[in-house]
């Protein structure tokens, strides 16, 4: 059965999306990316809103035509909550309402950050609960306790930055363009990890902490360009993979703890920096080595996308789980 066939729109960043599954089945899922962002090195938030009301309609448009259906057609509309920036949150938040007002059907608002999560559950081969994830992007680093689709427990999160602003930050103090982690990444490729070494941020527990390794990355740097005005452009493969070293160092220390206090050893990543082939390749080892089961969702699925708001709205909608007319955005919505 196609029931039920739900729309779901994503707008808490700076990627407009808009997505439909219908009986769990992915139909279509559209992204609109900002490009205007590019030229100040982050996200503007002001700029972000007026992007989202702009590219809106177009991408809903776009996702229902793949889809092969008509606005009649939908049984729910789904959108993310929060967290994330508000004037985004408002502009998707009000389409969605007023989308459902006018076909008359319910709305359910998604937890960005379980939607992350419930990505795994867009693709094969998926987890089964309990799970660990570890979800890492721009805005957030987390350690989940995934019990079930509704029930999640997060056992550790960055103090700072997250890992992704990690990423983005150091790369800009090598003078690569924004967002940086993917200009690193592919670096890195051609670095000596060994070369530079940096501080891992250490954290009791579960936390992690990144804003110690910025600073270590900015003081190096300007103590060595005094010396030799090209040390960057020299020695920047090395630069990079010792830094990608380091945050991939501190996210697999505290994810090895929490596999050994919690005994779950089906390990997922979820988020932008789920991207990272580091990281990626270092989680692999590690499973071989631990008898772990890794999952990593398409990565279509693990930047920001609508396909993984309709999954978590999927879940939401067989418990029941509706909002009304009086929902609104929330920034710091927790997990
Ligand atoms: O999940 P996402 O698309 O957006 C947020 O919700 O934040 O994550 C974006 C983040 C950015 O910080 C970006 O630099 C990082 O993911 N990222 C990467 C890679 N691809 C994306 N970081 C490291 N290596 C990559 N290959
Ligand atoms: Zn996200």
Redesign the pocket.
């Known amino acids: 059965s196609d029931f039920p066939r739900i729309l779901a729109l994503e707008s ?2 700076d990627d407009t999306g808009a997505a439909v599954l219908a009986g769990g089945r992915l139909l279509s899922n559209v992204v609109a990316t900002q490009k205007v962002h590019e030229q100040y090195g982050g996200v503007v938030p002001e700029l972000a809103s007026r992007a989202h009301q702009q590219h809106l309609l177009p991408v809903v448009t776009a996702a229902l035509r793949d889809a092969g259906l008509t606005k009649n057609d939908l049984d729910v509309v789904a959108v993310t909550q929060g967290p994330g920036l508000l004037g985004s949150l408002l502009v998707g938040g009000m389409f969605a309402k007023t989308l459902a007002l006018a076909l008359g059907k319910p709305i359910i608002m998604v937890n ?1 950050m379980r939607a ?1 999560i419930l990505a795994h559950f867009l693709g094969r081969p998926v987890p089964t609960f309990p799970f660990l994830c570890l979800t890492v ?4 680093t987390q350690l989940v306790v995934v019990r079930s689709a509704l029930d999640m427990e997060v056992i550790g999160q960055t103090i700072d930055d997250a890992a992704g602003e990690a990423f983005d930050k150091t790369a800009k103090l090598l003078g690569l363009p924004y967002p940086g982690g993917p200009h690193l990444d592919r670096l890195a490729q051609q670095g000596d990890p060994r070369r530079f070494a940096f501080p891992v941020g250490a954290m009791a527990g579960y936390d992690f902490s990144f804003s110690g390794l910025k600073t270590a990355v900015l003081y190096f740097l300007k103590k060595e360009t005094a010396k030799n005005p090209d040390f960057v452009a020299e020695n920047l493969a090395d630069l990079c993979a010792g830094i990608q070293h380091t945050i991939i160092t501190t996210l697999l220390r505290q994810l090895r703890r929490a596999v050994a206090a919690t005994g779950l050893t089906q390990v997922a990543l979820a ?2 920096v789920a991207a990272n082939s580091g990281l990626r390749t270092a989680v692999h080892a590690e499973a071989a080595a631990q008898g772990w089961q890794v999952f990593i969702p398409a990565l279509a699925f693990c930047t ?1 996308n609508a396909a993984m708001v309709a999954q978590a709205a999927h879940f939401q909608f067989l418990a029941g789980d509706f909002a009304t007319q009086l929902a609104s955005p929330d920034p710091r919505l927790k997990l």
């Not at 992007?137 to 957030?140: A, L």
């Open positions: 808490s960043c960005h992350h992007s721009g805005g957030h988020g932008g920001d």
